[in-house]
C-alpha cells in the first residue's frame, strides 16, 4: 500500500498552520490547591465542548510509522456519531488518498495506485494492523475528554502544574499503565517479572486504565492516555494548543501516540480554517477502473 494511503489511513483511525489565535495551554507555577475528583469533573464538563454536530477543517500532519514517515495537507469533514472523511493532498492541489470512516467500516481510496479498499473493523484490523475508531478521532479533532463516563469512579492528583484524574483501576494496574506507556522516562519501576504478572492479572479483569491531565485555569483536557492492559495497548492523545472563544477552544495543535507490543504510530497535527456549518458533502465514489487493494 502506498505511503499517503497508510498515512491517511492512520489519520482516520487515530485517530493538521495553527490558527492564528491559537495560545500556548496555560500552567499555574506554584502550588496547586488540591481539589476533589468531583469537582474536578464538574468542571470540565462546564467547559467541554457537546453542541458541534459539523466540523471541517484544514490540516497539515505528520505522521511516524515503525518502518517510515510521511507529511502532507489534509481536508478533514466530520459529522459527529456519524462519519469522518479525509482527503490528501500533499503538493499541486492533486489528491492521492481518501478515506471514509463509520462506526462499522472503512472505506479507502489509492489514487496513486488505483486500488480501493472496502472493510468492516475486523477486514481493517486484519489488512493494515490498525484498529478502527471513529469515536477516538471526533473526540479528539473537539478536544474532548476520550472515552470519559461520568458514572465513573476517578482519583485526583497534581502532576507538573496539572490534575491529574485516574480511573480507580488497581493501583498496580495504574503503575502498569505508566510502564507500558512508549513515552514513559522513568523506567520500568516494577520490574519485568512483576509487570507481567500484573498484565496477566489485568487480562483476567480486562483492566483499562483512563488518565485526563486537566489546566487548572481553563479546566480543558490537556491529555488523555488510555490503556488497555489485557492487550497491551495505548492511545496517548495530547492537545497542545486550542483557538479562542469564536472557534470553541477547538485543538488546533494535538499529537496522538498508539502503541502495542512491537510497534509505535505517532501523529502529529497542526489545524486550521474551521467551519461548523451544516450540512457538509462526503463524496466517495469508486472509479471503474479500480482495483481491490492487494
Known amino acids: 500500500m502506498r505511503s499517503p494511503a497508510i498515512a491517511a489511513l492512520l489519520l482516520a483511525v487515530l485517530s493538521t498552520p495553527a490558527c492564528k489565535s491559537g495560545k500556548p495551554l496555560p500552567l499555574l507555577g506554584g502550588e496547586l490547591p488540591p481539589r476533589s475528583a468531583e469537582r474536578i469533573l464538574e468542571r470540565m464538563l462546564e467547559h467541554e465542548v457537546d453542541t458541534i454536530r459539523y466540523y471541517s477543517a484544514r490540516a497539515a500532519v505528520t505522521v511516524v510509522l515503525p518502518d517510515a514517515s510521511r507529511s502532507f495537507k489534509a481536508h478533514l469533514r466530520s459529522v459527529t456519531d456519524s462519519a469522518v472523511w479525509v482527503s490528501v493532498v500533499p503538493a499541486l492541489g492533486i489528491e492521492v488518498a481518501r478515506v471514509l470512516m463509520t462506526d462499522d467500516s472503512v472505506k479507502l481510496l489509492d489514487k496513486l495506485g488505483d486500488h480501493y479498499f472496502l472493510g468492516d473493523e475486523a477486514a481493517t484490523k486484519n489488512k493494515f494492523g490498525l484498529q478502527p475508531s471513529l469515536g477516538l478521532l471526533q473526540s479528539a479533532l473537539l478536544g474532548r475528554a476520550i472515552g470519559l463516563d461520568v458514572q465513573d469512579k476517578f482519583r485526583s492528583d497534581r502532576e507538573n502544574g496539572e490534575y491529574v484524574l485516574t480511573s480507580r483501576e488497581k493501583r498496580r494496574f495504574v503503575k ?39 489546566d487548572p485555569q481553563s479546566y480543558h483536557v490537556t491529555r488523555v492516555q488510555i490503556t488497555d492492559l489485557a492487550r497491551d495497548q495505548s492511545a496517548d492523545v495530547r492537545y497542545e494548543l486550542r483557538s479562542d472563544a469564536n472557534d470553541s477552544f477547538l485543538p488546533t495543535r494535538m499529537s496522538i501516540t498508539l502503541s502495542e507490543p512491537g510497534r509505535v504510530a505517532r501523529a502529529t497535527l497542526e489545524l486550521s480554517r474551521f467551519d461548523l456549518e451544516g450540512p457538509i458533502d462526503m463524496p466517495f465514489r469508486i472509479p471503474e477502473k479500480f482495483t481491490p487493494m492487494p
Open 176 to 214: 502498569a499503565a505508566e510502564d507500558i506507556s512508549p513515552d514513559d522516562t522513568l523506567g520500568r519501576d516494577m520490574g519485568e517479572r512483576r509487570l507481567e504478572r500484573t498484565l496477566r492479572k489485568a487480562e483476567e479483569h480486562e483492566a483499562i486504565v483512563l488518565r485526563y491531565w486537566v
